[in-house]
């Protein structure tokens, strides 16, 4: 099936995998080949843990979505943590 990319296609992947866009890397595979979303996971998965082999300093870590939520979430408690204490001196 990798065979089917073209060298622009392919680099939209990896670059979409290097961003932790997986997501979209699979949704460029799909567009690209015409092949079903199965297929197309399988691939991309494959994909994924060869790039984490041969360049793992270029992967983004697929959970920074999930800290910049806990993050957010943590200073939205603390402003209103503050704004409270603030109000009842």
Do not use: N
Request: proline share 2%; net charge negative.
């Amino acid at each position: 099936m990798s065979e089917d990319l073209t060298p622009a296609d392919r680099q939209r992947i990896v670059d979409a995998l290097y961003t932790g866009q997986k997501l979209q890397a699979i949704k460029h595979y799909r567009e690209a080949t015409g092949v079903g979303l199965k297929e197309s996971k399988d691939f991309i998965d494959g994909l994924e843990q060869t790039l984490r082999k041969e360049h793992p300093e270029r992967m983004q870590s697929t959970t920074s979505g999930c800290s910049s939520t806990a993050s957010l979430l943590m200073i939205v408690v603390l402003a209103i943590i503050a704004g409270a204490w603030a109000m009842s001196a």
